[in-house]
């Protein structure tokens, strides 16, 4: 009876739909006679968004042939809840589209004649959302300053943006210490500074040549006030 039991979910868990979060990835297949770079992108429409419905996904999608742009076939992006068929635009060189929400899980599908990559599928970074510091709190930019973030799994690569730094590469690990004068601040009054948090997972196609990068991306910010620094 218990193996019976267990086979039953075994079974139950490999029956999922794989484009569930926590589903996994798949590299796909396809001709190996395409290049493809790009990306879904997720972008908060507020402050420290909480949910998948507060997020906007942008996807933009580089396709060649024999290193010549591939303008011509069908570049699609599916998640659980909706299928985006992008469109080639001359003026950036790219495929590009967008949905609404972030689902996390994004497949990829490119077709140009009897070139294709077909099946990439990325589980994305879920959302991460910040604990600390506060949004609107007041903070001192001659000091160290603690950044916190919840997130279930870690992410591949994380970045970190504030307003007196270029984005760097930190550990998806819930906490990052700011250094001193990554903050802005103004002699003579307070200023607003915002924080950027963005997290990837990414692919490398298996149908595509060699070089050929599909991710998922989501960013998250934070707005803080930067007390004066009379130093300045």
Excluded at 12 to 22: N, Q
Excluded at 62 to 90: D, E, F, H, K, M
Excluded at 174 to 195: F, K, P, W
């Amino acid at each position: 009876m218990k193996t019976i039991l267990a086979s039953i979910l075994v079974l139950a868990a490999c029956s999922g739909d794989p484009l569930d979060p926590g589903a996994g990835d798949d590299p796909g297949d396809g001709t190996n006679t395409l290049s493809v770079e790009g990306r879904a992108s997720a972008e908060p429409r507020f402050a420290n968004a909480r949910s998948a419905t507060d997020f906007t996904t942008d996807f933009e999608l580089r396709v060649t042939l024999n290193n010549t742009p591939v303008t011509a076939g069908t570049v699609t992006i599916q998640s659980r809840y909706g299928l985006a068929t992008l469109t080639w635009n001359p003026n950036e060189n790219r495929w590009q589209g967008d949905m609404a929400n972030y689902d996390e899980v994004y497949q990829l599908d490119v077709v140009s004649g009897a070139d294709e990559v077909r099946g990439v599928i990325v589980d994305g970074p879920d959302i991460h959302v910040f604990t600390a510091p506060m949004a609107g709190a007041t903070l001192d930019s001659t000091v160290q300053n603690p950044l916190k973030w919840n997130r279930d799994e870690r992410a591949d690569i994380t970045t970190f943006d504030a307003q007196e730094i270029d984005r760097v590469n930190i550990d998806d690990t819930g906490e990052y210490m700011m250094g001193i004068g990554v903050l802005r601040a103004e002699r003579d009054q307070a200023r607003e500074n915002t924080l950027e948090l963005t997290r990837t997972n990414h692919v490398q196609p298996a149908g595509a040549i060699a070089g050929s990068d599909f991710a998922v991306t989501i960013r998250n910010e934070l707005d803080v006030i930067v007390a004066p620094n009379p130093a300045l």
